[in-house]
């Protein structure tokens, strides 16, 4: 099963009645992930918080990832109205959602195509910030 189908699926608990994903994608809070090449893996692993951004038809969700397995969310750490994302440059683009988010070069597609559809008012409601 692909990561996308993974997540789109184990998000599912933390969406309201009716709500779609339309993006799904992870990424990395915390200090740079550059940081892992002069820091090391262990102490990145440590200093990381693992995130899952969706993005659905109503508002965009960040829940907290689990450090073990990156792909099963853990809690909403935050729900809010759409919002631009982008653009994305580099291996790992920051995104501001809460706080900085690091996007790996893989999933700016997503971000890429949210943005678009965003511009261009193709998202339903704008969902509620808590």
Not at 3 to 26: H, M, S
Not at 33 to 41: D, K, Q, R, T, V
Not at 47 to 68: H, S
Not at 70 to 94: C, I, N, R, T, Y
């Amino acid at each position: 099963m692909a990561l996308r189908d993974k997540l789109t699926e184990r998000v599912q608990p933390y969406l309201e009645p009716g709500e779609q994903v339309r993006w799904v994608f992870p990424a990395v809070g915390g200090p740079s992930p550059w940081l892992m090449a002069l820091a090391g893996s262990l102490l990145y692993l440590i200093l990381t918080k693992p995130k899952i951004v969706v993005i659905t038809d109503r508002r965009i969700l960040v829940l907290k990832g689990n450090k073990a397995t990156q792909s099963k969310p853990k809690g909403v750490e935050l729900s809010g109205p759409h919002v631009a994302l982008g653009p994305l440059k580099g291996m790992w683009a920051p995104i501001q959602l809460g706080n900085k988010l690091y996007v790996h070069r893989r999933f700016h597609k997503d971000v890429n195509e949210y943005d678009e559809a965003f511009r261009r008012g193709q998202l339903g409601g704008t969902g509620a910030a808590s």
